[in-house]
C-alpha cells in the first residue's frame, strides 16, 4: 500500500527532506578547497551517512532529493503546494560552531532566512527543504 492510499482526496502531506542543493555547505566547502565534500550531495544517489545514537555513531543509507525529484516520486498522486527552505543562510547543523563563534552576523542572517524561507531560489537550496503536498486523484 502506497502513502497515497492512506491519505484521503485533498489531504496535505508535510515532510522535511535533506536537500541535494545546499548552497551553504556547497559554498563553505568550494572555499576551503574541498570540492568533494562540496559536492557530496549532488549526484542523487544512496549513500551512507553517520547518526549520533545511543551507543555511538550509527550508518544509515541516505539519499538526498530536490523538490522537482521528490514531487516526481510522489506523483501522480500528489501534488506539490509549496516548499520552504531551511537552513538557507545559516550553515548546517554540522557545521553550528560557525554560528556560535559569529553570533551578530548569524543572527541577522537567520533573520533574512525567516524572510526567504519560502521564495525561490532560496527554498530550493537550503541544508533541508519542507514540502507540502496536496493528495490529488489520477
Known amino acids: 500500500t502506497g502513502l497515497h492510499a492512506l491519505l484521503e482526496r ?3 502531506f508535510v515532510t522535511s527532506v535533506v536537500n541535494r542543493w545546499c548552497a551553504f555547505e556547497i559554498v563553505w566547502h568550494l572555499l576551503h ?3 568533494r565534500v562540496a559536492l557530496r550531495r549532488v549526484g542523487g544517489t ?3 551517512a553517520s547518526l549520533d545514537g545511543d551507543d555511538g555513531e550509527v550508518q544509515v543509507s541516505a539519499r538526498c532529493y530536490t523538490p522537482r525529484s521528490l ?6 498522486f500528489f501534488r506539490l503546494e509549496q516548499v520552504l527552505g531551511l537552513g538557507v543562510f545559516v550553515p548546517p547543523p554540522y557545521l553550528s560552531q560557525l554560528a556560535g563563534a559569529h553570533p551578530g552576523p548569524f ?3 537567520e ?3 525567516g524572510w ?4 525561490f531560489p532560496f527554498s530550493w537550496s537550503g541544508d533541508h ?3 507540502i503536498f496536496r493528495r490529488c486523484d489520477v
Request: charged fraction near 20%.
Open 107 to 109: 543572527r541577522a542572517l
Open 129 to 131: 527543504f519542507t514540502a
Open 111 to 113: 533573520s533574512l532566512e
Open 33 to 35: 578547497g574541498d570540492l
Open 71 to 76: 514531487a516526481q516520486l510522489l506523483g501522480p
Open 10 to 12: 485533498d489531504a496535505l
Open 116 to 119: 526567504c524561507a519560502d521564495a
Open 46 to 48: 544512496w549513500t551512507g
